[in-house]
């Protein structure tokens, strides 16, 4: 979405009374996810390609003879893109792209850096998410001068209270900015920043703002230091500064604050994924008393929701089963769900390959913890932690009587997947490597980026690298790429 095309669609939504976009990639992100087309076309959306999905009856085997290619298919591409020969071209490149920063219809915060050959590139692999092949090299943010009024300490998910400036509204890069997070205290305290002072604002990444400095030849005397409350600002307990941590945390669980949003995040997409359980109706829940706990969930009816403003029959009826259907999603999905601090996605699907009942996982010390490549102390400790506390264990126990998924044995007896480690080399035809780590890892798979006598499988595409040698030479399974479609499509 063009500046020009993004400030008149704010001016639009703030003539009808309605909440204007942060910024062009919310805006672009929100007319997209419109139900009703005929909004999204008037929101003057455009778009570059630079990848490929799935291809046949032709081999690429170049970034760039890629990107040459798609403008003959019809698909628009970058007119600044450059092949460099080395570093220092790119470099050059890099500062010629930064001097036409503003005269361009769109906003960028920086370039991208590839390794042109695919060969290369698959050779190359990724970390966790990262390709190895690619490097994003930022621009220095725009940056604004306002003044802090306010700031106010919010609460998260965890419990973690996190202060935020309420500003002077600033422009910066055509978007009004008129919050941003400070942090935590030891933050504050290093800048010294208190309410009243005249600030340095900048978009981080263009996107998130933040308080860069304090113009302190501004000051008056009247500015007031800011202390992170001693009571939670919610639900007034006591917040504390636990050992080794920076941020001050309510550890009320039952804090209405913390509640609604590890609600929202136990039906999420990722986690339970209960379709239509969103932020706002989550919010009517717990405020009008009919959820105190995500296990409160698995009781509601659907009358209970029709008698929420704004709730039709059919939407409730769906809400419902949603909830019900999510009682199967398996124990990588709870495990997600249940908001364990330093046990995201990935580090779920690391323990259900050690634990694949709840119960082993709930007796597991932190020394047997430590046992399993990627989990360190602090990891260890916060799941001991989690588990050592009598309330959650009973909130797992309802679960468990109300028949969530606890066990992935049963799993594993039907699925090739369940646990198994793959390893990809060479260029697949039928699938980009994102499609298929997204589809593999849905199985309850994993993908690694080397060869190892932890992998189960070896998927081998057109021209493979030294990886399929080695896989042969260590016995490991090997698996062409048809041969691994057919397995993927016996799981459809």
């Known amino acids: 979405m063009g500046l020009k095309s993004f400030q008149k669609l704010n001016r639009e939504r703030e003539a009808n009374g309605d909440s204007t976009f942060a910024n062009p990639r919310n805006a672009a992100a929100g007319s997209l996810r419109q139900l009703d087309s005929s909004i999204t076309v008037k929101r003057h959306l455009d778009i570059f390609f630079y990848g490929l999905g799935a291809v046949e009856g032709r081999f690429f085997s170049s970034q760039s003879e890629l990107l040459k290619t798609l403008p003959n298919w019809g698909f628009k ?13 790119s470099i050059e490149a890099y500062h010629q792209i930064e001097k036409m920063r503003e005269s361009l219809e769109y906003e960028i915060d920086g370039v991208v850096i590839k390794v042109d050959n695919f060969s290369l590139q698959k050779e190359l692999g990724a970390v966790s998410r990262s390709p190895r092949w690619a490097l994003a090299y930022k621009f220095l943010p725009r940056q604004g001068r306002t003044t802090i ?23 910066i890069s055509g978007v009004k900015v008129t919050r941003a997070t400070l942090h935590n205290q030891d933050e504050i305290d290093r800048k010294d920043i208190r309410v009243g002072d005249t600030v340095i604002v900048q978009r981080s990444g263009d996107v998130i703002p933040s308080v860069v400095s304090v113009v302190k030849d501004k000051r008056t005397g009247k500015e007031i230091p800011f202390t992170i409350p001693s009571v939670c600002p919610v639900c007034r307990s006591s917040v504390v500064r636990l050992e080794g941590e920076s941020v001050y945390r309510c550890l009320n669980l039952s804090c209405p604050a913390q509640l609604k949003k590890a609600i929202t995040h136990f039906a999420s997409k990722r986690a339970m994924e209960i379709n239509g359980l969103g932020q706002q109706l989550v919010n009517k829940l717990v405020d009008e008393g009919l959820v ?9 009816k659907i009358d209970d929701l029709v008698a929420l403003e704004g709730m039709a029959e059919k939407s409730a009826a769906n809400i419902i089963r949603a909830i019900h259907e999510s009682k199967n999603r398996g124990l990588k999905s709870l495990l997600y769900a249940l908001g364990i601090r330093h046990a995201g996605e990935h580090m779920a699907a690391v323990l259900v390959d050690r634990y694949p009942e709840m119960e082993e ?3 597991a010390s932190e020394d047997e913890l430590m046992q399993i490549d990627e989990v360190g102390p602090e990891v260890a400790r916060s799941i001991v932690s989690f588990f050592g506390q009598e309330s959650n264990r009973k909130l797992i126990n309802r679960l468990k009587d109300l028949g969530i998924s606890m066990s992935a ?9 369940l646990g198994k480690r793959f390893v990809f080399t060479g260029m697949l035809n039928q699938f980009t490597r994102e ?5 593999v890892e849905s199985l309850g798979g994993r993908v ?3 060869v190892s006598n932890k992998i189960d499988y070896v998927i081998v595409g057109d021209n493979p690298g030294s990886k399929y040698e080695k896989a042969q030479t ?10 691994f479609k057919r397995l993927i499509d016996k799981k459809a």
């Open 77 to 89: 591409v970058n007119p600044h893109i450059k092949l460099c020969r080395n570093i220092s071209e």
């Open 149 to 171: 009024v306010q700031i106010k300490a919010q609460v998260g998910r965890t419990g973690a209270v996190t202060p935020v400036a309420v500003m002077e509204p600033v422009f």
């Open 292 to 300: 105190r706990n995500v296990v409160d969930l698995y009781g509601l």
């Open 361 to 363: 996982l709930i007796k």
């Open 409 to 417: 044995l049963q799993e594993r007896k039907t699925n090739d997947f």
């Open 435 to 439: 499609e298929i780590q997204k589809r």
């Open 448 to 450: 690694s980026s080397s």
């Open 474 to 483: 260590m016995g490991i399974s090997i698996l062409f790429e048809e041969d």
